[in-house]
């Protein structure tokens, strides 16, 4: 057993040593050992802070294809009943408010009354002349017996409001004639021409006109400009000149190219500085025939702008502008901001000339066509009743 052994033993052990060997051989020697260097490990990066997750944006909804911007045009129409009366506040206020006061629980009206009344009349700028006719009225009518009380009295006195306004034929359409209709505007700086103009035009556009605004203040830039913004605001061209031109020009190429681009309504702006110096009169008197000239009539309205704030003024004024244009009526501005609104009275009573709008505020659609029942029942309505 021992003898079996030994030899493979022996072969073992060479075998092991051939093996030994052979892996000495092919192992390369090992390198030198070198200390590591210290190296000092990056710095770990602070872990970013992960950004929130963008709120994933709500799907858009696909955006309806843009319809045509329309252009803005403020194509307005008259306000309405409701508006008016807001409009007629301060002057219902004023006098309106005292005669109110006046005549309420009377039975019978004597003399210290009246007086009383005229007193009231003359302090809202109806003015000496109409103060007296309306006084007179109620005299009679009190001395018939027919003022009983004080409902009585104050439909006496709407009636003879309407007496009078009537008596100048005002309210009702503007008298225009064939297109292109022409309407001349005149009046001292500041009244509201430029403003009316506007307004004027809106009610127009908003009756699917053509209208066509010409730029006759040629004295400052401004005045041209202004119109010009009102002409955009409402969808109307400008006719303009240069600055200092001769406002006759202006109309002139205004009334001309109407005739030609289809215009139903040119409504012209004209200057009003200096009512009182000859120049400007002579200046209006011009437009005047020229419009009679390109037109072949006169201007179909030809509309003095009276600021009703400026109470007895005004009427002065009229007296002024009716030698230089033969008027056919009046736009009454600014009733809004007056308790003296009972000077309308005093205008036509005098003048003659029909009332055709009244404003009544700033804005576009604050120019009420006028009518005298409509406004008789507004003014005269009585907020303390
Ligand atoms: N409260 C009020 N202001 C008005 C009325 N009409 C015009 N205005 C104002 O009066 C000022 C003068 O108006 P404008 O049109 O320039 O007058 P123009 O010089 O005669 O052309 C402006 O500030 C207008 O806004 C109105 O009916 N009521
Ligand atoms: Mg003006």
């Known amino acids: 057993m021992d003898l079996l052994l030994l030899p493979l033993l022996l072969a073992s052990a060479v075998f092991l040593y051939a093996l030994v060997s052979t892996f000495r051989f092919q ?28 709120i994933e944006p709500e799907p858009a909804i696909e955006p ?25 506040k301060s002057t219902r206020g004023g006098f ?53 009380d004080e409902n009585s009295v104050w439909s006496a006195l709407k009636a003879g409001a309407r007496e009078i306004l009537d008596s100048a034929g005002s309210g009702g359409a503007l008298n225009l004639g064939p297109a292109p209709a022409v309407i001349l505007i005149v009046g001292v700086n500041g009244v509201g021409k430029t403003t009316t103009i506007g307004k004027l035009a809106s009610q127009f556009r908003s009756q699917g006109k053509k209208v066509m605004l010409a730029a006759g203040d040629t004295f400052r830039a401004a005045a041209t400009l202004q119109l010009e913004v009102w002409g955009e605001r409402v ?4 006719v303009k000149g240069k600055e200092g031109a001769d406002p006759s020009s202006v ?12 215009v139903d309504v040119l409504i012209c702006d004209t200057a009003g500085r200096l009512h009182t110096k000859a120049p400007l009169m002579e200046e209006l008197a011009k437009v005047s025939r020229t419009i009679e000239k390109v037109l072949g009539r006169p201007a ?72 005298t029942a409509l406004f008789v029942d507004a003014l005269f309505e009585r907020d303390d009743a």
Request: glycine fraction near 8%.
């Open 235 to 238: 969808g109307a061209e400008t």
């Open 300 to 371: 179909d309205e030809r509309l003095l702008v009276l600021d009703a704030t400026t109470g007895q003024n005004a009427i002065q004024q009229a007296n002024t502008f009716k030698e230089a244009v033969d008027l056919s009526g009046i736009v009454l501005t600014k009733l809004d901001g007056t308790a003296k609104g009972g000077v309308i009275l005093g205008i036509v009573d005098q003048h003659r000339l029909p009332i055709r709008y009244i404003g009544i505020g700033e804005q576009v659609g604050d120019l009420a066509p006028f009518d």
């Open 27 to 54: 192992t390369k020697p090992l390198p030198p050992r070198t200390e590591p260097e210290l190296v000092t490990p990056p710095k770990k990066p602070e872990p970013a802070i992960e950004p929130e997750p963008a």
């Open 251 to 262: 109309i002139f190429e205004a009334v001309k190219r109407a005739k030609e681009e289809g």
């Open 64 to 88: 309806e294809p843009e319809p045509e911007p329309e252009p803005a045009v403020e194509a307005i129409a008259p306000p309405s009943r409701e508006r008016l009366k807001e409009g007629l």
């Open 96 to 148: 309106i408010a005292k005669l109110s006061s006046l005549f309420r629980n009377r039975t019978k009206l004597d003399e210290a009354i009246f007086e009383e009344a005229e007193e009231i009349l003359l302090t809202a700028d109806i003015g000496v002349r109409t103060s007296m006719r309306i006084l007179e009225d109620l005299r009679d009518r009190n001395a018939a017996g027919e003022l009983k």
